[in-house]
């Protein structure tokens, strides 16, 4: 294996891998647009002056299928990053190595400096040369507070022990439930508040949800739709499915690019467009919220720049 070959070899395989990505998210979208309706219905207390919302789905929530999907996307992200440090550390024909050292050659991930000084010493990072080091460091979690790494490192650890990734549906903190089902007092709610019951939490049927509470009592109230979204619980935290895939995909194309030698084009391209849609997201947010939609409207344009570049760098990995 040569490197002026290799490149070509995991772009592709990076290329495939962010296709699978995106093809993931798309399903997901599909199975929670099409297969499943998940409502909040509200029980009104004697009084009228409280609303409980319990969770009533209908259809499979998350089918296995798609967390076998995605810890298989997030192993093989986690093993590119092998693969391709593997290459660049073995570039040299003329460099001998033993299978012990074959063995420890892994991609480094760092959670503090002493860890990453107790890695930097060894042959497969001493032979990339000081340079690609440095840029190696300078995307290390404790560098950059970044938590896609530690998740790409202890996942590859759990699949190795047989323990799957858990999904759940949660309610998409993107896109608020605007509880336009409720008739409240003539006079009006008086003051008013609506919470989640806990944090929150996964959807289950007969979870109770969101509270809605009011000084004058509310006349009646209908069931909402719950927006969704999937998420990954990862340690004690549940993160969003395709935060955690897009944070993935500009992690191994940036790793790839330093080890490559290359300018992160296709990791910029990425971090651009993905800035750009969670700007989106929040603007849309905000207009729910405060029902002002001019962000919105601006960032949604056909004349924004969206990551124009996205498209043509996604193109040179094909």
Known sequence: MTKSKEPSRLFKRIGLLMQESFDFIGESADHHKNKIRVLAVPRLEPDRRRAVYFVRARGELVPVELEHKLSGILFQARATLDRAIFAAAHADPNETWTESENARTSFPIATTEAHWDALRDRKHLVALGKKTVGKLREIQPFVTGASIPVILNDLHRFDKHRDPLSLFLIADPQFPMPFNHIVDHPAGPGEWWIDFV????????????????????????????????????????????????????????????????????????????????????AAFQRGMLEDDWDEWLRLSGSAVNRGASFRSARAELH
Do not use: C, H
Not at 216 to 231: C, K
Not at 257 to 270: H, N, R
């Open 198 to 281: 806990q944090p929150n939490p996964p959807l289950a049927p007969g979870l109770e949800l969101v509270e809605r509470r009011t000084t004058n009592p509310m006349m009646s109230a209908g069931p909402e739709d719950i927006p969704v979204t999937l998420a990954a619980r990862i340690g004690e935290d549940l993160v969003d499915v395709q935060d955690l895939l897009w944070d993935a995909m500009e992690y191994v194309s940036r790793a790839a690019e330093i080890l490559e030698g290359q300018k992160p084009t296709v990791a910029d391209a990425f971090a651009a467009y993905f800035a750009a849609e969670r700007r989106q997201l």
